[in-house]
T-cell receptor
Framework: DTGVSQNPRHKITKRGQNVTFRCDPI?????LYWYRQTLGQGPEFLTY????????KSRLLSDRFSAERPKGSFSTLEIQRTEQGDSAMYLC????????????????FGPGTRLTVT | AQSVTQLGSHVSVSEGALVLLRCNYS??????LFWYVQYPNQGLQLLLK??????LVKGINGFEAEFKKSETSFHLTKPSAHMSDAAEYFC??????????FGTGTSLTVIP
């Protein structure tokens, strides 16, 4: 098991361009989360998938952000019409869903994609 | 609403001294609580978790945390700091596993 992977690791884009990030979770982890982290802050929750269903989405998430997990495996996060305020580290985490009292929501994080909007 | 507050954005301790990183949570019911560590240029790694079992939770690298409902706290401790403990530490809370809320982090410096 190679852990959670994210691509690309770094992305520099010009304001107004669209960007897409990919996350490959640990195999058979059916929970997948996206976060955004800015300098000096903790991760901020963006959205949550259980298998292919997007079950939670932060109210703070702009309509320019969209995420998919089409087959319940990898996920993509797209930002349309990027703004300088979108510059941040975008983190993906996955978690196994265990039965009953064994379920502890333990998340495994990827290394992140650092986005710079110029 | 759920949230966590980490008191002290920067903590410095001498090597061998006690490490105490503070976390207070806000939740209407006992939540799941977590401590994560982030080393420079690395992803977040789970240190320990509280899931309504034992209130004293032991984690990796000698860290432990105690859930105190009366104080709504989940402070992280380690008896003796090591140079390798220098990192950013985040407390997090969740009620359902669908959303997680992280604190702003505490940067730990270990002085030789």
């Amino acid at each position: 098991d190679t852990g959670v992977s994210q691509n690309p690791r770094h992305k520099i884009t010009k304001r107004g361009q669209n960007v897409t990030f990919r996350c490959d979770p640990i195999s058979e982890h059916n929970r997948l989360y996206w976060y955004r982290q800015t300098l000096g802050q903790g991760p901020e929750f963006l959205t949550y998938f259980q298998n292919e269903a997007q079950l939670e989405k932060s109210r703070l998430l702009s309509d320019r952000f969209s995420a998919e997990r089409p087959k319940g495996s990898f996920s993509t996060l797209e930002i349309q019409r990027t703004e300088q305020g979108d510059s941040a580290m975008y983190l993906c985490a996955s978690s196994p869903k265990l039965a009953g009292v064994l379920d502890s929501y333990e998340q495994y994080f990827g290394p992140g994609t650092r986005l710079t909007v110029t | 609403a759920q949230s966590v507050t980490q008191l002290g954005s920067h903590v410095s301790v001498s090597e061998g001294a006690l490490v105490l990183l503070r976390c207070n949570y806000s939740s209407s019911v006992p939540p799941y609580l977590f401590w994560y560590v982030q080393y420079p240029n690395q992803g977040l790694q789970l240190l320990l978790k509280y899931t309504s079992a034992a209130t004293l939770v032991k984690g990796i690298n000698g860290f432990e945390a105690e859930f105190k409902k009366s104080e709504t706290s989940f402070h992280l401790t380690k008896p003796s700091a090591h140079m390798s403990d220098a990192a950013e530490y985040f407390c997090a809370v969740s009620l359902t596993g669908n959303q997680f809320y992280f604190g702003t982090g505490t940067s730990l410096t270990v002085i030789p």
